[in-house]
């Protein structure tokens, strides 16, 4: 099966720096990469979709200057949490698509993020 | 906008039973539904996937239904075991691969 692969699984930092997510699909291309967060005990809710070659699309109430997505390629998506704060410690993960509307999403198997 | 809701929460059983979860949504336009198991601070393992013309899809002792005109989807687990522990989460992919999760369901399997 198709398989994402998303980097570092844990990252521990102070509060005020900045920490990169790396999602990455191994063995397809995808033009569509989306990222999810979850807090403890709760599901995932949708942050953001990373079109490759442009502009992240936002849900409502997520910060598009705290959480920076760049998806430079067809294989790979970034996610950046700048200036980092407790509140932001969370489980991320991000998925990404094989083919068009309607296929089986592949997830990377996240990153635990806790600020101190 | 879509909502998708599992019930119940939280579930614990003896080993060796059969259980069912349950999924259900408020949009019924949906392209498919997904069923995902995440283990503690784990990513997310697919374990059905049943596209929107389906009715229900199998894999070794899971089997997932969906009903569209209900709003329902079914998981099914025979026999139950330990290992199977976890949290099943539900979720609906109604446009462009941006899907919907509903709250999950904690079970755990007694030995």
């Known amino acids: 099966g198709a398989v994402v692969s998303q980097h570092p699984s844990w990252v521990i930092c102070k509060s005020g720096t900045s920490v990169k997510i790396e999602c990455r699909s191994l063995?397809?291309?995808?033009?569509?990469m989306f990222w999810y967060r979850q807090f403890p005990k709760q599901s995932l809710m949708l942050m953001a979709t990373?079109?490759?070659?442009?502009?992240?699309?936002?849900e409502q109430g997520v910060e598009k200057d705290k959480f920076l997505i760049n998806h430079a390629s067809l294989t790979l998506s970034t996610l950046t949490v700048t200036s980092a704060h407790p509140e932001d410690s969370s489980f991320y993960i991000c998925?990404?698509?094989?083919?068009?509307?309607?296929?089986?999403?592949?997830f990377g198997s996240g990153t635990q993020l806790s600020v101190l | 906008k879509q909502e998708v809701t599992q019930i119940p929460a939280a579930l614990s059983v003896p080993e060796g039973e059969n259980l069912v979860l349950n999924c259900s949504f408020t949009d019924s336009a949906i392209y498919n539904l997904q069923w995902f198991r995440q283990d503690p601070g784990k990513g997310l393992t697919s374990l059905l996937l049943i596209q929107s013309s389906q009715r229900e899809q199998t894999s070794g002792r899971l089997n997932a239904s969906l009903d569209k005109s209900s709003g329902r989807s079914t998981l099914y687990i025979a026999a139950s075991q330990p290992g199977d522990s976890a949290t099943y989460l539900c979720?609906?992919?109604?446009?462009?691969?941006?899907?919907?999760f509903g709250g999950g369901t904690r079970l755990m399997v007694k030995p």
């Open positions: 998925s990404a698509a094989r083919r068009g509307p309607g296929s089986a999403l592949f």
């Open positions: 990373s079109n490759e070659g442009s502009k992240a699309t936002y």
């Open positions: 063995d397809f291309q995808a033009t569509t």
């Open positions: 979720a609906s992919n109604n446009a462009g691969n941006m899907l919907t």
